[in-house]
């Protein structure tokens, strides 16, 4: 499976953007990039994910690099309700029906 | 709408014991997962259901686990001779069809062996 690395953790200050880095040389043409969150105490949700091109939703913004060999999430004004870990996943969805969490980034808001 | 649920929150239970852990999808939804999540961890994928059927038991650790979803809805995971080890958060997610779609999370059930 293809793999992703994340920095552990991550601080940002409230009401700044954020930008949460993933890495994932080994990228196959057909791996979505996804991004889940996990507030304390609750399931994972779902954020965004790309394939090649940029996206934004209500949430966030997803960058994706021309190589595809990386992307960042960017969230525009950080809340402290953003406090989360954040996991970047690459799912071939034709062939792969689970998802491969890795540890995530832990982000902290501070007020 | 109602999202995914699971009961019980929390479950203590001794070694060697039974359990089974309950997972009610979203209602419409056709895939259901289940994952483990230790303790700083990310959640670990344990198997996939596309209706009734398991469409992907590859990520069950051992033959003491083992799930059903006998009318393609509600869905039980049971843990046969519990270990200490198996103490994690067990999620279940679900999803309105294949793969593709995104996952919707319930809030978990906290397993302890002691």
């Known amino acids: 499976d293809a793999k992703t690395t994340q920095p552990n953790s991550m601080e940002s200050n409230e009401e700044e953007p954020v930008h949460l880095p993933c890495n994932h040389s080994t990228i196959s043409g057909t791996d979505y990039i996804h991004w889940y969150r996990q507030l304390p105490s609750q399931g994972p949700e779902y954020v965004i994910h790309g394939l090649t091109s940029n996206v934004n939703n209500r949430m966030a913004s997803l960058a994706i690099a021309e190589d595809r060999k990386s992307s960042t999430l960017i969230l525009h004004r950080a809340t402290l309700r953003d406090a989360a870990v954040y996991y970047c996943?690459?799912?071939?969805?034709?062939?792969?029906?689970?998802?491969?969490f890795g540890a995530g980034t832990r982000l902290t808001v501070k007020p | 709408g109602a999202g995914v649920s699971q009961t019980p929150s929390n479950k203590v239970t001794e070694k060697g014991k039974y359990v089974e852990l309950r997972c009610d999808p979203i209602?419409?939804?056709?895939?259901l997962y289940w994952y483990r999540q230790s303790l700083g961890q990310g959640p670990e994928f344990l198997i996939y259901f596309q209706g009734t059927g398991a469409a992907d038991d590859s990520g069950l650790p051992n033959d003491r686990f083992f799930a059903v979803r006998p009318e393609g809805s509600v869905s039980t995971l049971k843990i046969q001779r519990t270990e200490r080890g198996d103490s994690a958060v067990y999620l279940c997610a679900s999803s309105l069809g294949g793969s593709q779609e995104t996952q919707y999370f319930g809030p978990g059930t906290r397993l302890l062996v002691l």
């Open positions: 209602s419409g939804h056709t895939a």
């Open positions: 996943i690459l799912r071939d969805v034709p062939n792969n029906n689970d998802m491969r």
